[in-house]
């Protein structure tokens, strides 16, 4: 099949093809553009969903802790409402990652529309469907590993071209859009000043031992307990607090679910996660990112930031900072 661009815009309704339709699609790694159509999609297949918003752009992970922004190839990529990853089929990673989907897999339906009549999954034998989960032993492939093949730098200019772009779509509002450019240009421009930042001054960080379940209710504490537990980088055993996230100190939010793995988006390696969790409604929207990113990655948040809304104890311990874990 060749590329199809349905031209989406946030709110749109799409079917999601079948899955024999989106192998004709699919590379000899059961990608197209780089960009996989992995095992948990297939449950979505012949069913009708709402788009989020279209995604030209997105960040990635290059290195640990380090970001770039790049555009997706042929810029005909969107996000639909809810669907993230479930990991069922990468050995149950927890990140919830939200789902990339290229216009080759959708069509453009009508809200009134039925659907289609589902159809069964392919064997694999039989049809060109070849969806890989791992490229060596050890090393997993998913979308996320892979973006850096789906997609490419992004010039300067092109950059802001896609500022309007977004708008246009209905990805961004305008006045969010203003917010998503002026932020990125003054902490550019003051960049020369000395910004506050959270960081602590631990060599050994502590562990908070909640057990925290889905469905709890839990408190994030203010950034002045939050700092007590972080070392010279602002790290928690590797993993990062900083003040965008201690705006959102004091509130009460549920707990959505556990992070005790997850995939290395650099490396494809499965990494362990110790008492950490993802509270619902809150993700990175990469406010200091020049236009912003759709991706909307859920934040990640130490059990020792946080207390139990009915006040219920936690118990610590301290990690050498040489082992930690990931994040």
Same mark, same amino acid.
């Given at each position: 099949?060749?590329?199809?661009?349905?031209?989406?815009?946030?709110?749109?309704?799409?079917?999601?093809?079948?899955?024999?339709?989106?192998?004709?699609?699919?590379?000899?790694?059961?990608?197209?553009?780089?960009?996989?159509?992995?095992?948990?999609?297939?449950? $979505?297949?012949?069913?009708?969903?709402?788009? /989020? *918003?279209?995604? %030209?752009? &997105?960040?990635? @992970?290059?290195?640990?802790?380090?970001?770039?922004?790049?555009?997706?190839?042929?810029?005909?990529?969107?996000?639909?409402?809810?669907?993230?990853?479930?990991?069922?089929?990468?050995?149950?990673?927890?990140?919830?990652? $939200?789902?990339?989907?290229?216009?080759?897999? /959708? *069509?453009?339906? %009508?809200? &009134?529309?039925? @659907?289609?009549?589902?159809?069964?999954?392919?064997?694999?034998?039989?049809?060109?469907?070849?969806?890989?989960?791992?490229?060596?032993?050890?090393?997993?492939?998913?979308?996320?590993?892979?973006?850096?093949?789906?997609?490419?730098?992004?010039?300067?200019?092109?950059?802001?071209?896609?500022?309007?772009?977004?708008?246009?779509?209905?990805?961004?509002?305008?006045?969010?859009?203003?917010?998503?450019?002026?932020?990125?240009?003054?902490?550019?421009?003051?960049?020369?000043?000395?910004?506050?930042?959270?960081?602590?001054?631990?060599?050994?960080?502590?562990?908070?031992?909640?057990?925290?379940?889905?469905?709890?209710?839990?408190?994030?504490?203010?950034?002045?307990?939050?700092?007590?537990?972080?070392?010279?980088?602002?790290?928690?055993?590797?993993?990062?607090?900083?003040?965008?996230?201690?705006?959102?100190?004091?509130?009460?939010?549920?707990?959505?679910?556990?992070?005790?793995?997850?995939?290395?988006?650099?490396?494809?390696?499965?990494?362990?996660?110790?008492?950490?969790?993802?509270?619902?409604?809150?993700?990175?929207?990469?406010?200091?990112?020049?236009?912003?990113?759709?991706?909307?990655?859920?934040?990640?948040?130490?059990?020792?930031?946080?207390?139990?809304?009915?006040?219920?104890?936690?118990?610590?311990?301290?990690?050498?900072?040489?082992?930690?874990?990931?994040?």
């Amino acid at each position: 099949m060749s590329q199809i661009d349905l031209k989406l815009r946030a709110g749109d309704w799409v079917e999601v093809r079948s899955a024999l339709e989106i192998a004709e699609t699919l590379d000899t790694n059961g990608s197209l553009d780089g960009l996989p159509f992995m095992p948990e999609m297939q449950t $979505f297949c012949n069913r009708r969903f709402q788009v /989020l *918003r279209p995604a %030209e752009k &997105t960040c990635l @992970e290059v290195g640990t802790l380090y970001y770039a922004i790049q555009e997706f190839r042929n810029n005909d990529v969107v996000l639909l409402n809810e669907l993230r990853c479930s990991g069922i089929d990468h050995d149950g990673c927890q990140r919830a990652c $939200f789902l990339f989907w290229k216009s080759a897999w /959708l *069509r453009k339906i %009508e809200p &009134t529309q039925s @659907e289609s009549t589902p159809q069964a999954i392919p064997d694999p034998i039989k049809a060109p469907l070849i969806l890989r989960t791992m490229s060596a032993p050890g090393r997993y492939v998913c979308q996320a590993t892979e973006l850096v093949r789906a997609t490419q730098p992004i010039p300067r200019l092109r950059k802001i071209l896609k500022c309007f772009s977004d708008i246009r779509s209905g990805s961004r509002g305008v006045l969010e859009m203003a917010r998503l450019v002026w932020l990125p240009i003054w902490r550019k421009a003051t960049a020369w000043f000395p910004r506050k930042v959270l960081v602590g001054n631990l060599k050994k960080t502590p562990v908070g031992n909640l057990n925290l379940q889905p469905g709890e209710l839990v408190i994030i504490k203010p950034s002045s307990e939050i700092k007590e537990t972080l070392d010279g980088k602002g790290r928690n055993r590797g993993m990062v607090c900083d003040l965008g996230m201690c705006r959102y100190s004091g509130g009460t939010y549920k707990v959505r679910s556990r992070l005790d793995r997850m995939i290395s988006e650099p490396t494809g390696e499965m990494r362990k996660v110790e008492s950490t969790v993802i509270l619902d409604g809150l993700q990175c929207l990469c406010w200091n990112t020049l236009g912003g990113c759709p991706r909307q990655d859920f934040m990640y948040w130490r059990e020792v930031w946080l207390k139990r809304a009915n006040g219920h104890a936690e118990s610590t311990k301290s990690t050498p900072i040489g082992k930690d874990e990931y994040r």
